[in-house]
C-alpha cells in the first residue's frame, strides 16, 4: 500500500508509491552534459564575463586576470536589473512591477572539470565564504528583501554551462514559497512553543532512518515527507535562523558534511543532475526563533509531470529510509 | 528591464525576463520519443492492460477486446490503491495516511500515433465524455475529496508511454495547490464580490492582447502572469465552479477549442511536449460563486531549476502577448 506523508512545515503531502519503488540502480544515468566549444568561466577567459564583483586570488594578481580561484560576477543574462528604484504599477486587474533586483554567478573553481563532489573541503570552504560575502553585500542594498542562493548541476537541472557554478538572485519580494515556509514554522512554533526543524532534528538523531552523516555543528538528512528520490537536507544542529550568522568553525563543519553528502550522491547516482538551495529568513528580518536556516539538495531523478503541477504534491517512488540506508553505506574519505 | 508580474489568484509573482527574450524559433525540439517496442495501448492488446472500467465501443464487440475507440483502465501502477479505508497515524511528529485513492489512464485512440492535435473534433468530444463519466463515477466514493484529470505529452513531460493517453487521480485530501487557488479566489471574492475568473475573462477580452481562440462558450489565453513560455488557459465564458456540470453544446464548444489550441501549440512548437490539468472544485463541494473550473496547458519549453525551487517563482523568457501573437498568425482548419 502505498503511503501519505505530510511535511510538517509547509503542509505539503507526499505520496511514498512504494508500488513503483525504485532502487538506486533503477536510475538511469540522467545527467546530459552541456555542449559547448567555449566556456567563458575557465581560467583565462575572465574577459568573456562582466567584470567581477568579488574573487579570492593569490596576491599580485589583477582583477579580471589570472590567478583567482574564486569568482563571482554579473550574470551576463540578468533575470533581474539593479539601476532603478521600485515601481509598482496596475494594468487594469493585474497588479506589476519593474524588475528591480541582482543575479549573479559565482565560479566554483578555475578548473572546468572539479564540483563540489571533487573539491577538497578547505575549497569547498571558500565557495561558502563567497555565498556569505555576497548574501552580506547585497543585504546591504535596501530594495532587496530576500536573497536565493542556489545551485544547477547538469542540463537536467536547468544548468546551461557545465563549469561548475552557483547563482545568487537578490528579489524585491519575499517570495510566495519563502513565506509558506516561514508561515508553516511559526504556525508550528506557536501551537508548540518549538522550533519545526529543531524537533526534525531530534526525531531524526533519535530514529536514525534518515540520516546521511553529521559533525559537530550539523546533520544531513532526507527527509521524511522527500518530495524526491535522494531529496537530502543540511541542518545546523544550533537554531539559528540566518544563515550569514554562521561561524568560522560551522564553515568548516558546513564544507565537510557538504563534501561529503555530494560525494555520496554522486557515487551512488552515478553524477546525477541536482539542485541545491539555501533557504534562509528574508534579509530585513531579526533573528527568529521560529525559522532555521537549511541547505536542500534535490538530484533530478524523476520528472515532476501534470499531476505535480495540477496539485502541488508529489510522488516519490523511493523512501527516504531506503535511500538514507544506501546512501549510508557508501564509504568516503573526507 | 525585466518584468515582475503577479498571478491575481494565487499572488505568485513571475519574472518574465525580456533580457533573455526568447521567440517560438529559438525553443529546439524539445520532445524525445519514448522508446518501447511494445505499446500495451494499442487496439490488439487490451489483455495486457488491467480490465477495463470503462469504453465506447462498437455494439456487439466485448470488454477487454477489440472495437473500442476510448477505453479507461486502472494504471498498472498505481500510485495510490482503492481497497481500504483510510487511516490517519503519527510517526513521532510526523503525520502519514495510508495510499488511498483511485489511479485510472484514459486511453484517448486505439491508434498509436495520432494526438489531441490530430483528432477530429467529435472524437476530442468523446474524451471530453470520458473524463467527465469516471469524474462523476468517482465522486460516488465518499473517501475522495479531489479528483485531477491531467494529461502528460512526451518523455520530458513525464510521459512514460508515446501512445496518447490522459490520467485520473481521486484523491483522499484536497492538495496545497488546489487550496491556494480556492483560497485565492475566495479572498477576491470577498474583496470584490466578484469572482477573480470572470474578471480576467473581461479584461483579457478587452485587451485583445493574450486571446488566443473563442468560440461562444470558451475562450483560451495567455495568462498575464505566464510561469512558462506558450502557458494557455482554457477557461468557459459563463461563471461554473465545477468541470462536471459541462453541458452538451459546452463539450463541442471545449473541444473545438481545445483540439484548436492544440494545434496551434503543436505547428509553432514542432510537437512540444505538454501537461494539460483540469482545475475544478473539490467533488465534496457545493456550487460556488468565487471559482471557476478551466483547463491549464503547459509546453514544457524550459527546465525548472533551483531558482524556481527555492521560491515557488518563475522565470519566463516569452512575454504572453509576444506567444499569443504568435499563435494567433497560425491559421488552422478545425
Not at 580561484?69 to 539593479?82: E, T
Request: one cysteine or more; a negative charge.
Amino acid at each position: 500500500m502505498p503511503e501519505l506523508r505530510k511535511d510538517p512545515v509547509i503542509g505539503r503531502w507526499v505520496i511514498i508509491a512504494t508500488e513503483r519503488a525504485k532502487r538506486p540502480s533503477d536510475f538511469a544515468k540522467t545527467r546530459t552534459e552541456v555542449k559547448a566549444s567555449f566556456c567563458p568561466f575557465c581560467e583565462g577567459n575572465e574577459d568573456k564575463t562582466p567584470p567581477e564583483i568579488l574573487s579570492y586570488r593569490k596576491v599580485g594578481t589583477e582583477p579580471n586576470g589570472k590567478g583567482w580561484w574564486i569568482r563571482v560576477v554579473p550574470n551576463k543574462f540578468p533575470a533581474l536589473r539593479s539601476e532603478e528604484p521600485i515601481v509598482r504599477t496596475g494594468e487594469g486587474m493585474y497588479d506589476k512591477m519593474n524588475g528591480v533586483g541582482a543575479h549573479e554567478v559565482v565560479i566554483e573553481s578555475p578548473n572546468h572539470n572539479l564540483t563540489l563532489a571533487d573539491f577538497d573541503i578547505h575549497h569547498v570552504e571558500e565557495v561558502l565564504w563567497a555565498y556569505r560575502d555576497r548574501f552580506l553585500d547585497l543585504s546591504n542594498d535596501e530594495r532587496f528583501r530576500y536573497i536565493l542562493i542556489f545551485k544547477n548541476h547538469g542540463a537536467e537541472a536547468g544548468a546551461t554551462l557545465d563549469h561548475t557554478h552557483s547563482q545568487i538572485i537578490a528579489l524585491p519580494i519575499v517570495p510566495k514559497r519563502v513565506k509558506e515556509e516561514l508561515e508553516g514554522s511559526l504556525a508550528y512554533y506557536e501551537y508548540k512553543e518549538r522550533c519545526v526543524f529543531c524537533d526534525m532534528l531530534t526525531q531524526e538523531t533519535k530514529d536514525n532512518l534518515r540520516v546521511v552523516d553529521e559533525n559537530a555543528s550539523f546533520i544531513s538528512f532526507l527527509p521524511f515527507a522527500s518530495r524526491f528520490p535522494f531529496e537530502t537536507w543540511i541542518l545546523p544542529r544550533v537554531h539559528e535562523s540566518h544563515f550569514a550568522n554562521i561561524q568560522k568553525n560551522g564553515v568548516v563543519d558546513l564544507s565537510r558534511i557538504l563534501k561529503t553528502t555530494m560525494l555520496k550522491l554522486k557515487i551512488a547516482l552515478d553524477d546525477p543532475p541536482y539542485n541545491i538551495m539555501v533557504h534562509t529568513t528574508p534579509c530585513r528580518e531579526t533573528k527568529s526563533m521560529y525559522y532555521h536556516w537549511h541547505l536542500e539538495i534535490m538530484p533530478k531523478l524523476t520528472k515532476v509531470a501534470g499531476f505535480e503541477w495540477g496539485t502541488g504534491f508529489y510522488i516519490n517512488p523511493t523512501p527516504p529510509e531506503d535511500a538514507a540506508k544506501f546512501l549510508r553505506t557508501i564509504e568516503v574519505n573526507v
